[in-house]
């Protein structure tokens, strides 16, 4: 006879082991499907580090919801035997005063008590060398930032859910998934087989469009390159200690963000542009990129860290989902009570991983959380499109 789940998870990404972690611990049946092969099996594949802080511009409502993920990451480390999942550098928000970047950052450290610094032009040159901003840039330097290595927490959060009793079935693509008659369950489809469950919990990265294709939110999937390069004069000035994580908006609103060179000489120094990618889909992106890519990013790097631009290592591209007003969803879905959807992170959700699982499994088991997830409601007023991305260099 077929095993019905409490909990069937779509996705075992970031927000999905998360979640059947979370699951799990709470004494839960939970089958877990994913298309692609376990974390630890793609720890070959470049560093995919994404940075994690507290002040976060985007709104000052993320504030309680990162101090959580703080938190659950110790008890990750505690739990999986994986201590440094988060490494802690130091974070520095730059532009001009008016920025997002900027002010959004300033907003929400003051609204929530979070310690901050803001530093002139000629301070940010003094304590971080490797960067040269203009006289009227400024920073905000957050202490508690650094970044949070994405594969290595999924593959910790896996092996806890395991331990606790999911099932979880990777190299196994879900085909789609239906709400069943009356709301009284979900049924999900595979090349392999279906699967029956109480309830479900859709986490589907880049391939939201195609597996939730009723949820009424405009998904945007663009191809997004990132760069590892290796500076002109060797690391020193761009070593954790030395160098933060960052994230800096020129005066057209483009976004470069990058880190330290935590993984020494054999890493480099990882840099990214923030949105500037053609839409794609995950099947159809070009995953080789352009000379002319790379020369856009060294070309941007001469003016603000003059010595990064030394030896391109190497570079990848990746697909990232976002939403109009580059706030994910989190919630029910609009048409299936049954069903909890988390999706259109964009780049940036893997530091709100840990508690975003620990909100899936509240609102998939108790239909609420108390943790605040109005911004994201499924349900909410987007704006109005402001017209195409820019596109990306390409030739």
């Known amino acids: 006879m077929a095993t019905t789940y409490d909990v069937a998870v779509i996705g075992l990404g970031s927000m999905g082991s998360a979640a059947a972690r979370q699951l799990a611990s709470r004494g839960r049946r939970v089958l877990g499907l994913d298309s692609s092969a376990p974390a630890p099996e793609r720890r070959g594949e470049p560093d995919g580090a994404q940075i994690i802080r507290q002040t976060c511009f985007r709104h000052p409502d993320y504030v309680p919801l990162l101090r959580r993920s703080y938190e659950l990451w110790d008890a990750v480390d505690h739990e ?116 029956t469950a109480d309830r479900l919990v859709v986490c589907p990265g880049a391939w939201a ?41 020129d005066r057209e609103r483009v976004r470069m963000y990058g880190f330290p060179a935590v993984d020494g000489p054999q890493g480099g120094v990882k840099t990214a542009f ?70 259109g992170f964009s780049g940036y959700g893997a530091m709100l991983a840990p508690v975003v699982g620990e909100i899936l499994a509240d609102l998939s088991t108790s239909g609420s959380t108390a943790h605040p997830i109005s911004l994201f409601n499924p349900r909410r007023e987007l704006p109005l499109p402001a017209g195409p991305i820019p596109s990306e260099v390409t030739s």
């Open 80 to 195: 999986s035997g994986d201590p440094g999942l988060i490494t802690v550098t130091g974070g520095l928000m730059l532009g001009r005063p008016d920025s997002r970047t900027v002010a959004g950052s300033r907003a929400s450290a003051e609204r929530w008590g979070l310690p901050y610094e803001v530093l002139g032009a000629t301070e940010i040159r003094r304590r971080f060398p490797a960067f040269t901003p203009g006289p009227g840039e400024v920073g905000v330097f957050e202490p508690s930032a650094g970044l949070v290595r994405p594969a290595a927490t999924a593959a910790a959060h896996q092996r806890l859910a395991e331990r606790d009793g999911a099932d979880l079935r990777f190299a196994e693509p879900v085909a789609r998934w239906e709400a069943l008659p009356g709301g009284e369950g979900v049924r999900v489809v595979t090349g392999r087989a279906s699967y």
């Open 209 to 249: 469009p195609e597996l939730l294709p009723g949820l009424g939110v405009p998904l945007t999937v663009e191809r997004q390159v990132q760069h590892w390069l290796e500076p002109r004069d060797g690391l020193g000035p761009f070593l954790p200690g030395r160098h933060p994580v960052f994230v800096w908006e």
């Open 274 to 343: 923030f949105r500037r990618g053609r839409p794609c889909t995950p099947e159809s992106m070009d995953r080789a990129v352009r000379p002319a890519e790379i020369a856009e990013m060294s070309g941007y790097l001469t003016t603000r860290l003059p010595q990064l631009p030394g030896r391109f290592r190497r570079a990848t591209a990746a697909p990232r989902t976002s939403t109009p007003d580059e706030h994910f969803v989190l919630g029910a879905h609009p048409e299936h009570p049954q069903v909890t959807v988390a999706c």
